[in-house]
């Protein structure tokens, strides 16, 4: 044991030191239009809560970060910003629950947050941190909102939108997942109120188009946002009633069954039951109708329109006419359609859909097939199981008779057309969204409310529109924001004509600042605008986002389509805004359930911090799966990665302290080594060769088992000086405090014959830290497999195959041919004139 080996590996020590260092040196400033290649790393930005950063953040925060330090030692100038995502709900919700302002408690919690961060390790370029609330940033939010609203895509309209009980306010479509407020899980109701919306339906088209630009998205992510989106093309077809002049328009992706068509159904949302003397309506069944439209209205639209649940419905006591074949359909009013679907009425086919079929059994409608689906098809239909939905042939359906489904949908959309009843539409699931909160914790819409000039925006010169620092901050629940009560700030002049006009009282969602983040990081400090042209043309798009599965059809899509609609105007310089998407699998608790503080199964990444160090943690987290995979924590797993870092810390200072290049081995047979063992000049370069490999290909995990591979197999071998460099350069993005620390120990400085690359950087730089080296590269000879298979020939034809020791020679391969009973039998009564031998490839025997 050396005198320094005694030395234990202090990740206290060691871990304060090189935060401090890189902060002071501003080791990871990004420069704006160097002559480096770019590369903008990011990763989603959190809203600061006062429970701090846990497990879920660590996860694409770590493998961010070890992409980008081993991006920069490539060579490239990387962009790897942070900010605070601090407008919104939780942050409202959290201060409301402590009683402190919210611009109080989030300044405290980010000031948390970001010692967590650094006590990480996490190279942010911190000179551009942003922060959503701050009204520099917000300014460009709410100026950025203008441009929406005077392309006539933001628009103030009354309209039943979903409302959050608890938290009292208007929520998106988005918001709502599986009918329950994505930020407090109570059951959404809906409301009818005044609201801002952002076109974003006029995007839908656009936002399905850009999809096929994003190769290095994942599958289910574009999935995910094209179901949300929700394009269906089909027909509205417009149905005479009976005695009435009204018509019912119907939407249909399957007007190739009209034959089959029984009845028909309004949603209880159908401007046609707005009014009673819209239909002419029997008086009690008007009355039942108005009760079950009551209702409905409190029910959640995937409960209506579940399968398996059971069907109700009022009867009107009247019919619609399928011009088809003449028959009566009769009508009913039925929640199971919905009204901001399609026209919010449906032609019932109970033959080929579940619910109608569903329908029809409870109401005694008649069912009829029109598809069959093969020869055994008897039609025969007396279960759910039997309704036909997809695929087959038309039957019962006159002119169709005989012809596929596809076809018939073509020739009878054809058909209506002609006839006039029938027009082709294309619908879409997304709907626009509600921009407005009538929550405190947002930015101020900058409009005003004139009465003699309408709605006004809130001139440029005037942004931001601050929000009021007021003491009282509470939800109203009455459908205003409490902005509205503050008289003082609410009063204002009008921007046209000067006389006493009303500032918008509702703020934005918290998707708003988000909606556009990315951006102002190119160019953070800019008064003038946004960001520059300039700026954005360097640096945009995202190479990589790091991020959650949760945001796919919330940020992720809001953010896509601010980014579109921008590039319109051309405000920004890409179409798409994220060229690479990554998500990472979540993090379940030592018990095997997601990690929450109600199940107490959270595993506070402090505490690992504090016990074993950020460079274990960081480890250990990238070691539990593949990035994308849902992975366990286990209670004791980082102990083992500790032991391994204690490991490598014993080996790298055993070295230094005698370098084995300098080594004299044997005095006696006077063998001086001065390289490395061969087995760990392959060992090395195989490891180069994984590592980088598994970078560029995000496989964070089984880097770490290749690194403990690589030190079990050389840490008896003989290692130069520089080969323990090369293994601290691969190291570094992984466990960055201790491959610093231990690149001093074995002697930065006395790499003279550094490449000018590296000095290069250590001249500019005047640093001695591992991220100025420059990322190894591999000899593909080395790393090579250890045998290969060579074709044995005997005058050209193909004999044998061999496998071989890499590299063998012609002697030696000679000799192993000679052994096969193939060539024993050739050679019998011959004898070798010639041998052609290619190295690695091929020998044949000319006899
Ligand atoms: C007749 C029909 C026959 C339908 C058939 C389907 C099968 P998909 O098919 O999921 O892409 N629909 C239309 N408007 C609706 C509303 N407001 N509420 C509930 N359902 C509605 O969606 C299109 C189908 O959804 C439409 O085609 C309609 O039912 C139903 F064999 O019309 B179909
Ligand atoms: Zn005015």
């Known amino acids: 044991m050396t005198s320094r080996n005694m030395n234990n590996y202090n990740h206290k020590k060691i871990e304060a030191k090189w935060q401090k260092f890189w902060a002071s040196k501003k080791t990871f400033a990004s420069k704006d239009f160097s002559k480096k290649p770019k590369k903008f790393i990011l990763v989603e930005f959190p809203y600061p809560s006062g429970a701090g950063l846990h497990m879920g953040h660590l996860r694409p925060y770590v493998a961010a970060d070890v992409y980008a330090r081993y991006n920069r030692l490539n060579g490239k100038e990387v962009l790897f910003p942070f900010g605070w995502d601090a407008f919104g709900l939780p942050a409202e919700n959290y201060a409301i629950k402590m009683g402190v302002h919210p611009s109080k408690t989030t300044a405290t919690n980010i000031k948390n947050a970001k010692r967590q961060l650094q006590s990480w390790g996490l190279s942010f370029d911190w000179n551009r941190e942003i922060n959503t609330t701050d009204p520099s940033y917000y300014k460009w939010t709410q100026w950025l909102f203008l441009q929406f609203f005077k392309k006539g895509l933001a628009y103030e309209a009354t309209g039943m939108i979903n409302w959050c009980p608890k938290d009292k306010t208007g929520l998106a479509n988005e918001e709502v997942i599986d009918g329950k407020c994505e930020r407090c899980g109570t059951v959404v109701e809906k409301k009818e109120l005044r609201q801002w919306y952002l076109k974003i339906t006029e995007y839908a088209e656009k936002l399905l188009e850009g999809l096929k630009t994003l190769p290095q998205w994942p599958e289910a992510v574009k999935l995910q946002q094209e179901n949300w989106i929700g394009k269906k093309t089909g027909i509205n077809i417009e149905y005479s009633i009976e005695n009435s002049d009204k018509k019912v328009t119907c939407f249909t992706t399957r007007p190739d069954t009209n034959f089959g068509a029984t009845f028909v159904v309004l949603g209880p949302e159908h401007p046609l039951l707005k009014d009673k003397s819209l239909l002419n309506i029997d008086e009690n069944i008007w009355k039942e ?8 209205a409190s029910e959640a639209d995937q409960d209506r329109t579940a399968e398996n649940r059971i069907k109700t419905g009022v009867f009107t006591g009247l019919y619609c006419i399928n011009t088809l074949n003449n028959s009566k359909m009769p009508l009913y009013v039925a929640d199971y359609v919905l009204g901001n679907v399609g026209t919010g009425a449906v032609v019932g086919v109970p033959g080929h859909d579940r619910r109608d079929f569903e329908f029809a059994k409870v109401f005694n409608i008649p069912v ?28 019962n359906s006159g002119f169709l008779d005989g012809l596929d489904i596809h076809d018939a949908t073509i020739k009878i959309m054809d058909y209506m057309e002609s006839q006039g009843y029938g027009k082709r539409v294309v619908n879409y699931k997304l709907r626009d969204w509600v921009f407005s909160r009538q929550r405190y914790w947002g930015e101020p819409i900058p409009l005003v ?10 001139p440029e010169k005037e942004l931001p529109v601050k929000l009021p620092n007021v003491k009282k901050y509470e939800p109203t629940g009455t459908g205003e924001s409490p902005l509205a009560d503050i008289l003082k700030w609410v009063k204002t002049k009008c921007p046209k004509c000067k006389k006493t006009a009303w500032r918008e009282t509702n703020t934005m969602p918290q998707w708003a600042g988000s909606s556009w983040y990315w951006l102002r990081y190119t160019d953070s400090k800019n008064k003038k605008q946004f960001a520059s042209i300039k700026n954005q043309k360097y640096w945009t798009p995202v190479d990589v986002y790091f991020g959650g599965m949760e945001h796919t059809t919330l940020h992720l899509l809001y953010s896509r389509f601010w980014n579109l609609f921008l590039e319109d105007q051309g405000l920004v310089t890409e179409k798409e805004p994220y060229k690479k998407r990554l998500p990472h699998g979540i993090i379940l608790g030592p018990d095997g359930e997601k990690m929450s503080k109600s199940r107490g199964n959270v595993v506070n990444p402090d505490t690992i911090v504090n016990s074993h160090g950020a460079d274990t943690l960081r480890m250990y987290e990238m070691f539990l799966g593949p990035h994308e995979a849902t992975v366990s924590w286990n209670e004791q797993g980082h102990i083992g990665v500790k032991r391994f870092l204690d490991r490598i810390w014993n080996w790298v200072n055993e070295i230094a302290e005698a370098p084995h290049s300098k080594q004299v081995t044997s005095d006696k047979l006077q063998v001086t080594r001065i390289g490395d063992t061969p087995k760990v000049e392959k060992a090395l370069h195989r490891l180069i060769k994984k590592i980088t490999e598994d970078l560029e290909a995000f496989h964070f995990n089984t880097c770490i088992s290749s690194f403990m591979e690589f030190h079990n197999e050389v840490k008896d071998e003989f290692i130069t000086l520089e080969s323990v460099r090369t293994f601290l350069v691969l190291l570094y993005p992984f466990a960055p405090h201790i491959s610093e620390e231990m690149y001093q120990i074995i002697g930065e400085s006395n790499f003279a014959k550094a490449t000018s690359d590296r000095s290069e950087n250590r001249k500019t730089k005047k640093q001695k830290s591992v991220q100025f080296e420059a990322w190894p590269k591999f000899n593909p000879e080395l790393v090579m497999d250890k045998t290969v298979e060579i074709i044995v020939q005997i005058n050209g034809k193909v004999k044998a195959k061999l496998t071989v020791d890499f590299g063998s020679t012609q002697e030696k391969v000679q000799e192993e041919v000679k052994k096969l009973e193939v060539v024993k039998q050739a050679l019998l009564n011959e004898t070798v004139k010639r041998t052609v031998f290619v190295p690695n490839r091929l020998i044949n025997l000319v006899i």
Do not use: A
């Open 368 to 395: 009829v097939r029109v598809v069959q689906k093969d020869e055994k098809d008897t039609g025969e239909i007396t279960s759910l199981e039997q309704v036909q939905e997809d695929e087959g042939k038309m039957v």
């Open 449 to 458: 409310h004139c009465e003699d000039c309408g709605i006004v925006p809130v």
């Open 289 to 296: 109708i108005e009760k079950y439209k009551e209702k409905s």
